[in-house]
């Protein structure tokens, strides 16, 4: 699994990867963008892809994590973690001991805290740039890995990064492929042991409650013929509101937010 | 001179015929074990032979009475000329019929020339150009040879020379006829053939004396237990002895290939093509000397493979493209016309297994399917609470509220289509008229499994099954009513070997024609007569070739007025509508579209309707550009209703509706 440096030329990918929640049925499954972060590795010549998930192991999981091994893996490393523990010391202690090159994860999980954040506490821990919403992974050549990254409305950015670096990947990197039936089942969960499981302080101070429904924009569309519903369906989405604030105090600056999400019913009162 | 050269030849051959039989049965046993009433089967292969064999080769008489002429004569003879020249017995009557024999066999052979003179494309030429003559050569030989031997010539008759020219015919004969028998000549098919029709895999097919009705179609399931087997087929030996044994009976006739309607399409799929590569891949080579059709844009002599090798190539080439799998849509009709018995849907389904189940490399929109059945429970990824959406307003009385009730209606996935929904709608409509006791499952209904299984997903195909299986053990009922053909053939045979109907259970499923045809019969039903125009009828795949019902839809339109101008391919023979096994999900390009096709037939018949009962075939024939209309005969049904007086006034809850209240639209 670990490459050596010296002698193969190999690329040294380690994709994470959590258990997914399918968002009608809520049933365990391998999440979506990081299901998209493995395919992106795959598809890497050279690549030498590790498998990582930090977690709970249960049927449920176990089921969901099987769905990457389906992609074509013989095994994925399982740290295992208590309920409510904070995964990102035992990952970092992972990377640490035997850093890839290159480390790619799902913008946000599916379940649990959801905040994205994971990534990017990571990346600060070790002290590796991270490059948001990769959309393919170009090449890599001495060090330097060239990167597209999607930016809203289809364009696309180049941009170079050093190595060893973390990229996240969200719906603008390719589909993943078929998860297979056979190999997902006959692969192997490898438990890897690493210190003690550091529990989230914050976590557990949190209450869980189901997510009320977001209110949604109306947008309300004057047209009379097919023609002009079809133009205001596809026209892009306008700005023109917006302001700038420039050099104000923070608190003058939530003053206008506060006051924007009251417009706005995002909140009431 | 003869006498002595008479028995050599003739045991020599048989010798030859003997090591050529071991060394194809060899061939046959590097298959996966598959267990058969040896003795059992061998008791039943004169019967199956002559009945059902022959009741699909009398589809074309002129072909079944040659046959029947040449292979009669041709057994008869074989078994004479070992007793009157092998042995020497050609006192009295065997050498007569020695030459009776022979002389019947000649004749045959002569209809046999006649076929081959013009051969229709679907035949295959190669070596089976050369089988009349050797037909002839052995059937004259053999003639000739007895002549003296009954004493109508002398001993002596003509020169030495003579003799041997007629041995050396003979023994061309005798070399086609019995050594090219099992070393692989085209009389390789009476081997093999006599053989797959004692050891077939599916033995419920024939039918029996007590009157069996001789159908077995449900697909076999696939054992999911452990977890270190190879799931479905990657090489030719990874199908049973016996499967590969049946592909080595084909005769080559073409007779599937004439009826495949992903080949007519120009699609990359000749089921005969196909048997003969596993045939290729059984004895291992390349399909240089394939000698028919080949399939549609792949030229023949590019692919080669061997029993222990793969199939399908993950990349590049092997035995078959993975595309020429993908384009079946599972409709039989090859399995229906094939002479030999050859099950190609269910290796075509066992290839699919591989490719999905190890490969993960289920084409376009299939490998989405797939994820959504997992994940919802339907193939289009819906929210499975909202399976009842559609019929807000109906009311419909649910099995979790009843517990009890003698039809259980199965929506099946098209509750999800709005062109399904009006389907429904007119069920509905139509079970109240006759005042049916019926519920439906709502939102415990889930996807019956067919598509993922005809995609090769067992495992999928199995956990919607035995969940299914497991809600319907809930509830009491008699019936299964259901206006999805697939649904239907699903749930009627093929959850039995996981526990369902036939199997636990004790309840009947019933496609909605044969439901409302028995309504109708039981004085339930009272229609105005048809006023519309001309209208034919389209066989549901798996309501006809799957099911064997092609008469009750019939029978509902005759009820309602109706009669049908039949397409030239209706009944057992129907076309699909190219909607089955998966196939719009694949979506392997052609040169045409199946449905339009059907289409055509439709518009030969001149028909201004075309009656379905199928969402699939709905679906697909309406996909037509400038199609005729397309109605389904719940619609027709219920389009046609005439709620009587007495009745309504009888109607629980429809007091006061005492007026004769035509509901058609
Ligand atoms: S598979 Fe059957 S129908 Fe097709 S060519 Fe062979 S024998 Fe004939
Ligand atoms: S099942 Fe139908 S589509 Fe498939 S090979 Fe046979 S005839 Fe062709």
Not at chain 1, 5 to 29: E, F, W
Not at chain 1, 40 to 56: C, D, K, N, Q, T
Request: glycine letters at 10%; charged letters at 20%; a neutral charge.
């Amino acid at each position: 699994m670990r490459p050596d440096p010296q002698k193969s030329p190999s690329l040294a990918i380690t994709v994470l990867v959590s258990v997914g929640c399918h968002p009608l049925t809520g049933r365990g499954r391998r999440a979506d963008q990081d299901a998209r972060g493995v395919e992106l590795a795959r598809a890497l010549p050279l690549a030498e892809v590790r498998l990582l998930h930090a977690g709970v192991l249960d049927a449920g999981s176990d089921a969901a994590l099987r769905g990457y091994l389906g992609m074509g893996f013989d095994a994925l490393t399982l740290i295992e973690q208590p309920e409510s523990s904070d995964v990102v010391p035992a990952l970092a202690e992972v990377l640490a001991d035997h850093p890839p090159t290159l480390v790619i994860a799902g913008t946000r999980a599916e379940r649990g805290e959801a905040s994205g954040l994971l990534p990017y506490l990571l990346a600060e821990r070790l002290g590796w740039p991270l490059v948001a919403a990769v959309a393919e992974v170009e090449g890599v050549e001495g060090g330097v890995a060239t990167l597209l990254q999607a930016l809203p409305r289809g364009q696309r950015r180049r941009l170079q990064v050093r190595l060893p670096a973390i990229l996240t990947v969200d719906s603008a990197a390719p589909a993943p492929r078929q998860s297979a039936f056979g190999p997902a089942r006959r692969g192997q969960l490898a438990v890897h042991e690493v210190g003690e499981a550091v529990p989230d302080a914050e976590l557990v101070e949190w209450v869980e409650q189901p997510a009320r429904k977001r209110p949604k924009r109306l947008k309300i569309v004057k047209a009379a013929s097919a023609r002009d519903r079809f133009k205001a369906a596809a026209a892009k989405a306008e700005g023109g509101s917006g302001q700038v604030l420039d050099g104000v105090t923070p608190e003058q600056g939530a003053e206008a937010i506060l006051k924007l999400l009251k417009e706005e019913g995002v909140l009431r009162r | 001179m003869l006498d002595t050269l008479l028995p050599i030849l003739i045991f020599s051959a048989l010798a030859l015929a003997v090591i050529g039989a071991m060394r194809r049965i060899r061939l046959w046993r590097q298959g996966r074990p598959s267990p058969v009433p040896i003795l059992q089967g061998l008791a039943a292969m004169p019967r199956r032979y002559v009945v059902d064999l022959h009741h699909v080769v009398a589809r074309d008489k002129v072909m079944s009475n040659t046959h029947v002429a040449t292979a009669g004569g041709f057994v008869a003879a074989a078994v004479l000329m070992i007793l009157v020249h092998g042995l020497g017995l050609a006192q009295g009557v065997l050498g007569w019929a020695l030459l009776a024999a022979s002389a019947v066999m000649f004749v045959g052979s002569l209809f046999v020339a006649r076929r081959r003179r013009n051969p229709p494309a679907r035949l295959s030429k190669g070596p089976w150009m050369r089988l009349p003559k050797s037909l002839m050569a052995f059937s004259l030989s053999v003639f000739l040879i007895t002549l003296p031997a009954v004493g109508v010539l002398p001993q002596d008759a003509g020169s030495w020379i003579l003799a041997v020219a007629l041995a050396a015919v003979l023994a061309w004969g005798l070399g086609e006829m019995v050594f090219g028998m099992t070393w692989g000549g085209p009389m390789k098919h009476a081997f093999a053939g006599a053989l797959h029709l004692a050891f077939h895999r599916r033995p419920e097919r024939f039918s029996t004396k007590a009157g069996g009705k001789g159908r077995s179609t449900g697909l076999k399931a696939l054992d999911l237990d452990s977890p270190q087997a190879k799931l479905g087929v990657e090489m030719p030996s990874d199908f049973t002895w016996n499967q590969l044994l049946g592909f080595d009976a084909c005769v080559q006739c073409g007779r599937c290939e004439a009826v495949c309607p992903a080949f007519a399409a120009g699609q990359p799929l000749n089921p005969k093509k196909l048997i003969q590569d596993m045939v290729v891949g059984l004895a291992g080579g390349s399909d240089a000397h394939y000698a028919g059709s080949p399939y549609p844009g792949k030229p023949v002599g590019e692919h080669a493979g061997g029993p222990h090798g793969p199939i399908v190539a993950r990349e590049g080439k092997a035995l078959v493209d993975a595309e020429t799998l993908w384009s079946c849509t599972t409709c039989r009709a090859c399995v229906e016309e094939c002479p030999m018995m050859i099950e190609h849907v269910d290796a075509i389904v066992d290839m699919r297994r591989f490719l999905t189940l190890e490969h993960g490399n289920t084409p376009n929109k299939g490998a989405e399917v797939l994820d959504n059945l997992i994940a919802t429970d339907n193939p289009g990824g819906f929210d499975p609470g909202s399976r009842l959406h559609w019929a807000a307003d109906l009311n419909l009385p649910r099995m979790a509220d009843l517990g009890q009730v003698d039809v259980l209606l199965w929506l099946g996935d098209g509750v999800f289509d709005m062109r399904n929904q009006r389907t429904l709608r007119a069920l509905v409509k139509v079970l109240r008229a006759a005042e049916v006791d019926f519920a439906v499952l709502g939102d415990e209904e889930r996807d019956s499994g067919d598509v993922a299984r005809r995609l090769g997903d067992e495992a999928t195909f199995q956990s919607l099954a035995r969940r299914n299986i497991a809600t319907l053990a809930k509830y009491r009922f008699q019936r299964i009513v259901t206006c999805d053909p697939h649904s239907f053939h699903v749930l009627c045979n093929e959850y039995r070997e996981l526990g369902g109907p036939g199997g636990d259970a004790h309840y009947t499923v019933l496609h909605h024609s044969t439901f409302i045809a028995e309504l109708y019969a039981a004085g339930q039903l009272h229609f105005t007569p048809w006023k519309g125009g001309a209208v034919t009828y389209h066989d549901p795949c798996y309501l006809g070739r799957y099911n064997g019902e092609y008469e009750a839809p019939r029978e509902v339109l005759r009820a309602l007025g109706i009669t049908v101008t039949e397409m030239a391919r209706s009944g057992f023979r129907s076309r699909c509508c190219g909607g089955g096994g998966g196939a719009p999900l694949t979506d392997i390009p052609g040169e045409r579209r199946i449905p339009d096709m059907r289409m055509d037939d439709v518009r030969e018949t001149g028909a201004e309707l075309v009656a379905v009962g199928c969402p699939q075939c709905t679906a697909m024939l309406e996909g037509v550009v400038e199609a005729a209309e397309v109605r389904d005969i719940a619609e027709l049904v219920a389009d046609a209703l005439v709620i009587l007086p007495v009745k309504m006034a009888k109607g629980q809850g429809r007091a006061g509706q005492a007026r004769v209240e035509e509901l058609a639209s």
